[in-house]
Structures are given as structure tokens and as C-alpha cells.
């Protein structure tokens, strides 16, 4: 078992690769909480409440105040997913599928969109409960199976089309890609940049990362790198637990 959760899924057989499916379909995946901006009440919270400590000492006929206190508000984030089909990822897109079906599954506000020429949103699709369903309206949807990769346009159109409707300050957003781009590295820059201001976090998922000694020098790999809060490696069982479990961790 061992073994197994360490083998690369590139270099797995049609059975081996039936039995990681149903290994990542039972993946403990929770919803993870983070702190708003937004102020509740608390009886010990972090900040005094002026408005809520005069309304009850108005309230209790007091002539001394008691003061009442006021936290950030834990919410769940919303989990932001750009998955790279390009003819460089078929061999792990497939795979990545069947996780962002398991983390659709089981996480509230989670909304998926895959990119290689042309960006595609398929988060309504992946919240069929049954999994062969979700993958069949997917395949249908999506035009650029195994293309190329334009990796700053399909930002862009995120940025541009999407990022207002499914994001919040909250929200963590995780790029599943190798980085290989043939596209602008200044437009890519720039769209990254642009990204980052939105949301919470980006953490980009590189199955190159399987190589000890991988540099990020491709110029999109070199483009997308300063603007990242981590990069983790995926191309394995246990890489992709490892970092299930990392979600769930609460801040």
C-alpha cells in the first residue's frame, strides 16, 4: 500500500488507476474556516463593541458600562480551482478531475474551471453525486481537450468574467498546472498580479515539482512563481492526501 500511494499516476495501469479513484473518493475533506473581516458579537472577543456596550448599559439602567467585545466572524473559504487539460497535463488531468469531484462533493463553495486555449467553467457539472455522470457532461462541455495551453488569456478571462461572481476576499485560489505556457509571460504577469489582489491566497499544484531538482524556468513556470503564497507538488496519492490535509487545517 505503500508503494502504491507513492507510484506516479502517470506511470499507473488502467487497474492501478480504478483503485486510486475510489482511494480519493474516500478522502476526509472538511470545509475549511478562515476569519472574515466582518465583527460578531462575543463575550471575549479580540475587539470592544461601543455600540452593544451603551445600548445594554442603556438597556440595564447602569451608571457604569460593561463593556461587550466583538471577533472576526470564522467563515468557510471559498475554494477557487484553475485545472490546466493541456495535451502536457493528460496524463494527471484526468486524475485531478476525480479529486475536484471528491472536494466538490464534500466542501461547500467550491467552483471549477479548466483552461488550455480557452477557459471553461464546469462547477455545475461536478455536483452530479455520481461521478461517471459529472465526467461525461464535462467531456461534452469542454473544447480543448489535450491542445495547447494559454495560460495568462485564461486568467484574464477569469479575472475579467468571473472572479467578481464566485470569489470574496476569503477566497483560496488553487492553479493545477506544469507552468508550460505558450502564451504571453508579460500578459501572464500581469493577470497573476491581478489575481492575487482578489483573494486570500493562490497555491499552485505542479506535478513537475515529482523532480527534486525542478527550477521554475519556463518563462509562464517563471511568470507565475513570484506572485504564488506556496507551490506543492501532486502527482501522487500521497501528495494529493497530504494536501487535502492541509485544507482542512483550520486558521
Known amino acids: ?48 463593541d461601543p455600540k452593544n456596550s451603551f445600548v445594554m448599559s442603556v438597556k440595564n439602567g447602569s451608571s457604569s458600562i460593561l463593556l461587550k467585545y466583538k471577533s472576526n466572524k470564522l467563515e468557510t473559504s471559498p475554494l477557487i480551482i484553475l485545472c490546466d487539460i493541456s495535451g502536457s497535463m493528460s496524463s494527471y488531468s484526468r486524475m485531478f478531475l476525480h479529486f475536484i469531484h471528491a472536494l466538490t462533493e464534500k466542501r461547500k463553495k467550491v467552483s471549477t474551471f479548466l483552461f488550455g486555449t480557452r477557459l471553461t ?25 489535450s491542445g495547447g495551453t494559454r495560460i495568462g488569456e485564461c486568467i484574464r478571462d ?22 508550460l505556457d505558450r502564451g504571453s509571460s508579460k500578459k501572464l504577469e500581469k493577470e497573476m498580479q491581478r489575481l492575487k ?43 494529493m492526501k497530504e494536501f487535502t490535509e492541509s485544507l482542512n487545517q483550520r486558521i
Not at 507510484?7 to 474516500?26: H, P, Q
Not at 523532480?211 to 504564488?228: D, I, N, T, W
Open 197 to 239: 489582489k482578489t483573494c486570500y491566497k493562490i497555491i499552485w499544484l505542479n506535478p513537475l515539482l515529482r523532480y527534486e531538482k525542478y527550477e521554475a524556468l519556463a518563462s509562464g513556470a517563471a511568470a507565475m512563481l513570484p506572485h504564488v503564497s506556496e507551490m506543492r507538488k501532486i502527482h501522487n496519492l500521497n501528495s
Open 158 to 179: 477569469y479575472n475579467r468574467y468571473w472572479s467578481k461572481r464566485v470569489e470574496s476576499g476569503n477566497s483560496i485560489v488553487l492553479i493545477i498546472t506544469d507552468g
Open 121 to 145: 467553467n464546469i462547477t455545475r457539472y461536478l455536483k452530479y453525486y455520481d461521478i461517471d455522470i459529472a465526467l461525461d457532461n464535462v467531456s461534452k462541455r469542454v473544447l480543448d481537450w
Open 1 to 48: 500500500e505503500e508503494n502504491f500511494n507513492q507510484l506516479d499516476f502517470e506511470s499507473m495501469s488502467n487497474s492501478e488507476i480504478l483503485t486510486a479513484k475510489i482511494a480519493i473518493s474516500k478522502f476526509s475533506i472538511q470545509s475549511k474556516k478562515i476569519k472574515s473581516r466582518r465583527l460578531v458579537s462575543n463575550d471575549s472577543g479580540k475587539y470592544i
